[in-house]
């Protein structure tokens, strides 16, 4: 929700005069030496530092408006979600080695827990007695306060470093190992399956006469789905081994996404929001502790844990903007095999890349195994 732009008659003259006046100046300012002579310059510059002048003059518009609060909010929450999120799983895998995939898997389940509970929480704040402004303000008071909690709490166990960790060594050993590149793409088509649940979702069940009410509600059934999976996640992968429910977990959610063909009721709805949120989950808790099994030395894993997350980025990019072309391929006549279609083969086809990688880790221990065997002998 955003707080209202101004629209009365009034108040769009004085922005666009405030506009001109503001385009006039940078153009004037930067072209007076050179168009002194002349009696009318164009208000369209052909090149050099006139049109550069103008291109930022028109950038700088967004500061008389609403422009700059939208850029500055999601500049600040990429860069502060990037910052905490990380170092976060990376610390708690500090302290435990026979369960860290499920402490991990805890972790991490938190983002779902907020997932469900605080939608709702603002919702009603923001609707109820305290407004947008007042309940934002309640919201961010209450996340600062957890924030605050947390940093309390944290603490590394690893023994300070007498020589830094190579970054260039990283990199290298990361980008020549081939499982470990192989569990990239699926870290990134991920985001496009993940994002067109749920931006379509709930579209999808109020186009098929579900109450506004229920369709709501339909993402938090998703994240509560998802929260059960990240919080059984580590016991499951502790028997079936981290790379198996891993390919398991993203294989079953890539087929779900197809299922959103056959929606059509509120028993559908819950069917597809909690499986696949479920077994999202469990490839979302799963991916710290796969990371964490692919990384050959415990003080590199920050850098591995970043870089991963850093590259899925690029697929969370995609993914937002392949919520627009899943929009276009729905087109105005609600076509959704195309969407599902689209989203569903992109997903399925990342998921592969995870079924080739359990099967060079597989041949990876194997030849292990046998240098063991031939040097215990």
Known sequence: MSSPHPSDETANVDESASQRVKITAVQNSLSKNEHDDQSGASDFPDGGLTAWGTALGAFLIQFCGFGYNSFTLCIGSGVATGLTSIPSIA??????????????????????????????????????????????????????????????????????QQKAVSYTRVLKNS?????????????????????????YLQLDSTLHGLSNRFSFYSLTTLHSGDFIGKITAGFVSAYAGIPNTVVGSSLISSAIIFAMIGLHSVASVVMIGIIYGYFSGVCVATMSPLISDLTPEISDLGIRIGLSFAISSIGALVGTSGAPICGALLSGNYIWWKPVVFAGSVTICGSIMFAFMQFILKIRHKTATVFSKEAGA
Do not use: W
Request: glycine residues 10%; aromatic residues 10%.
């Open 91 to 160: 610390i708690v895998s500090h302290h435990f080695q026979q369960r860290r995939s499920v402490v991990m898997g805890l972790v991490v389940a938190g983002a779902s827990l907020g997932a469900v509970s605080h939608p709702i929480l603002l919702n009603n704040l923001i609707n109820g007695k305290l407004g947008f402004a007042n309940g934002v303000r309640a919201s961010a008071g209450m996340i600062s306060g957890l924030n605050f909690i947390a940093c309390l709490l944290m603490r590394t166990r690893l023994l300070p």
């Open 175 to 199: 980008f020549t190992d081939p499982a470990y590149l192989l569990s990239l793409p699926r870290m990134v088509t991920f985001q496009v399956g993940f994002s067109f649940e749920t931006f």
